[in-house]
């Protein structure tokens, strides 16, 4: 029992680390997006317009993609830790 609970503690870092990694991906996401506002009022050409508007769309899919990626990485992790207290219960209830 005790090498599962290791596994499960394993797992659980390494999930915290990649949702670490996912929120600093979201705090430049907020820059570009500062970045995009700007641009947006400064586009004066069609053109110009044009890549604005191509910027905003490539923004909304990673903005999406990170916020999609760190709620299934919280459920994850959620489930670990589950798994992690239960496993630890059955530990303590099987030592003497």
């Given amino acids: 029992m005790?090498?599962?609970?290791l596994v499960l503690n394993k797992r659980i870092r390494e999930?915290?680390?990649?949702l670490e990694r996912l929120r600093a991906a979201k705090q430049e996401l907020e820059t570009r997006e500062?970045?995009?506002?700007?641009?947006?009022?400064?586009?004066?050409?069609?053109?110009?317009?044009a890549a604005v508007d191509q910027?905003?769309?490539q923004f909304d899919h990673d903005s999406n993609e990170n916020r999609t990626q760190?709620?299934?990485l919280e459920g994850e992790?959620?489930?670990?830790?589950?798994?992690?207290?239960?496993?630890?219960?059955?530990?303590?209830?099987?030592?003497?």
Avoid at 15 to 18: F, L, M, S, T, V
Avoid at 34 to 49: C, G, Y
């Fill in 15 to 18: 999930k915290k680390a990649e």
């Fill in 77 to 96: 992790i959620a489930d670990l830790e589950a798994q992690l207290e239960a496993a630890e219960r059955e530990q303590d209830e099987a030592t003497p």
């Fill in 55 to 57: 910027a905003i769309e």
């Fill in 34 to 49: 500062k970045q995009l506002e700007a641009d947006i009022e400064a586009a004066n050409t069609e053109e110009e317009q």
């Fill in 70 to 72: 760190t709620a299934a």
């Fill in 2 to 5: 005790a090498l599962r609970t």
